[in-house]
C-alpha cells in the first residue's frame, strides 16, 4: 500500500502532470478525453483546444506565488485550504499566510489532529469542509 501511495512521487514530472490537469480545469479549459492524453508526443494528433489548455497550464506553473494569489483575487476565485494542525511536512502558517493574502476569497479549516494528508486521515470532515464550501457559495443545494 505504501509502495502505491509513492508511486506517483516516484515519476518524474508526476507533479508537474497533477498540477497541470488542475490549472487546466481552474482557467476554464475543457476537461481532456483520454484520446488527448495517450496523444502525447503527437501534437498533430491533438485538437486546439487542448493544446490552448495546456499552453494556459503551463503559463499557470511559471507564476510567482505573488502573481497566481494576485490572478485569483482579480478572477474573485473562491478558495478552500484545508490544512491539518499536525502536518509535519508544511507549516500551517504557509496556509494561514495565504488565507490572509487572498482576503474574503478564502477559507482556512485547520483541523485538529490531522497531518498532511487529511483527506485519508479524516475523509468524512474533509467532505463536509467541501460540501459546506460549496453550498455555501451554491454550487450544492
Known amino acids: 500500500?505504501?509502495?502505491?501511495?509513492?508511486?506517483?512521487?516516484?515519476?518524474?514530472?508526476?507533479?508537474?502532470?497533477?498540477?497541470?490537469?488542475?490549472?487546466?480545469?481552474l482557467l476554464g479549459a475543457r476537461q481532456l478525453r483520454t484520446a488527448d492524453f495517450t496523444s502525447v508526443g503527437a501534437p498533430e494528433a491533438r485538437?486546439?483546444?487542448?493544446?490552448?489548455?495546456?499552453?494556459?497550464?503551463?503559463?499557470?506553473?511559471?507564476m510567482t506565488d505573488a502573481q497566481l494569489v494576485r490572478a485569483l483575487r482579480e478572477a474573485e476565485v473562491p478558495v478552500l485550504i484545508v490544512h491539518g494542525t499536525d502536518d509535519r511536512l508544511v507549516p500551517l502558517s504557509n496556509s494561514r499566510r495565504l488565507a490572509q493574502q487572498l482576503g474574503?476569497?478564502?477559507?482556512?479549516?485547520?483541523?485538529?489532529?490531522?497531518?498532511?494528508?487529511?483527506?485519508?486521515?479524516?475523509?468524512?470532515?474533509?467532505?463536509?469542509?467541501?460540501s459546506a464550501f460549496l453550498k455555501a457559495r451554491q454550487v450544492l443545494e
Open 47 to 62: 485538437d486546439v483546444e487542448a493544446r490552448d489548455a495546456e499552453a494556459r497550464a503551463a503559463a499557470a506553473l511559471a
Open 104 to 130: 474574503p476569497l478564502a477559507t482556512l479549516v485547520e483541523l485538529p489532529g490531522c497531518g498532511h494528508c487529511p483527506q485519508e486521515e479524516d475523509p468524512e470532515r474533509v467532505a463536509e469542509e467541501v
Open 1 to 25: 500500500m505504501l509502495t502505491r501511495y509513492r508511486w506517483p512521487a516516484q515519476v518524474a514530472g508526476a507533479d508537474r502532470g497533477v498540477a497541470c490537469f488542475v490549472l487546466s480545469a
